[in-house]
């Protein structure tokens, strides 16, 4: 509940500061949500979690053909408008469980449950929101999170060539021994952060970010 209160108010903060150079979180949101399932869809790179469930497909290809998205379209290229009503109502939705938590003494009878609180996608919903305004700059948390959540999301065969083995090595791992070896890679990189890379379990991991 500590980490989802902090991460709310830091994503909060980031699309504050992305609406000060005209960049709306909610419109970037939905597009990037949508972008880049249509365009690998166009390219025929859509990860099995998609193309082995038909009623996902569906969606994919009818939004598709009202889309002027192609195999070769960069993100740049689109835009997305969304109303403030309808923004209003994605944050109301998006901060329930931390205003719950800011504001609980004044209902204690009301409650929230367990699997309202989707750390993971928070976090990496302001991961995002964060690139929006440094670019490429993940950092070494940012980097590790975002394999991570590749793994998690059954999404590592997406991964640039680079990440690929360190996206193997995680996938054949229990999920409370993945977060262990995210969290001793992340060790070893602020440990030597002076030096050009270090050797993890076979790998040799660059402080650059590089793998």
């Not at 038909?54 to 969304?82: C, H, N, R």
């Not at 950092?139 to 959540?149: A, D, P, Q, R, T």
């Not at 590749?150 to 990440?163: H, I």
């Amino acid at each position: 509940m500590a980490v989802h209160t902090v991460a709310s108010a830091a994503y909060r903060l980031i699309a504050d500061l992305k609406q000060k150079i005209g960049r709306n979180e909610t419109a970037d949101y939905f597009l990037t949500s949508i972008f880049y399932v249509v365009r690998d869809y166009r390219r025929g790179t859509l990860p099995k979690q998609f193309t082995n469930n038909p009623e996902a497909m569906k969606w994919i290809v009818d939004i598709a053909e009202q889309l002027p998205i192609t195999e070769s379209t960069s993100y740049e290229e689109v835009g997305a408008f969304i109303s403030s009503e309808a923004a209003s109502e994605w944050w109301s939705k998006r901060n329930r469980v931390a205003n719950f938590l800011k504001h609980a003494d004044k209902d204690a009878q009301d409650h929230i449950l367990h699997d309202e609180i989707d750390n993971l996608n928070l976090l990496m919903l302001a991961l995002s929101s964060y690139c929006d305004l440094v670019k490429d700059d993940l950092g070494e948390e940012g980097l590790i999170l975002w394999v991570y959540f590749n793994v998690f999301t059954g999404t590592a065969e997406k991964l640039p060539n680079r990440y690929l083995e360190m996206g193997k090595m995680l996938e054949e791992l229990s999920e409370a021994d993945r977060r262990s070896f995210c969290s001793a890679i992340l060790t070893e990189l602020r440990r030597n952060n002076a030096q050009p890379t270090f050797q993890f379990g076979g790998l040799a991991f660059g402080c650059d970010s590089e793998v």
